[in-house]
């Protein structure tokens, strides 16, 4: 059974930076797909960023140039690095895994298998 357990987040002032972490195991997959999600009370959860086992990557447009995801493969914990964080950046942040290629056309929550239990990110301005 695959797990995936967040970790780093935590409360920042406007452009500050925060990074979190998220610990994948249990899985053995050659080709998959990594995704960090958002969430807010009342709205749908919202694709931030993916990465493949190619290291390819899509951002979404509310993020590009700020944050970054990458992954350490040999250790399993993919990471996403948030600089100049804004108010509206603040959410509960989920890891997701899927087995298999990365949906090229956008970051979709429909479209990943596995999720961790959310880690909180505040951003106050």
């Known amino acids: 059974q695959v797990q995936l357990v967040e970790s780093g987040g935590g409360s920042v002032q406007a452009g500050g930076s925060v990074s979190l972490s998220c610990a994948a195991s249990?899985?053995?997959?050659?080709?998959?797909?990594l995704g960090w999600f958002r969430q807010t009370p009342g709205k749908e959860r919202e694709g931030v960023a993916q990465?493949?086992?190619?290291?390819?990557?899509i951002y979404a447009d509310s993020v590009k140039g700020r944050f970054t995801i990458s992954e350490d493969n040999a250790k399993q914990i993919l990471y996403l690095q948030m600089n100049s964080l804004e108010p509206e950046d603040t959410a509960v942040y989920y890891c997701a895994l899927d087995p298999g290629v990365c949906i090229t056309s956008g970051v979709r929550a429909a479209d990943f298998k596995y999720w961790g239990q959310g880690t909180q990110v505040s951003v106050s301005s």
């Open positions: 249990r899985y053995t997959y050659r080709s998959y797909c």
């Open positions: 990465i493949d086992s190619d290291g390819d990557t």
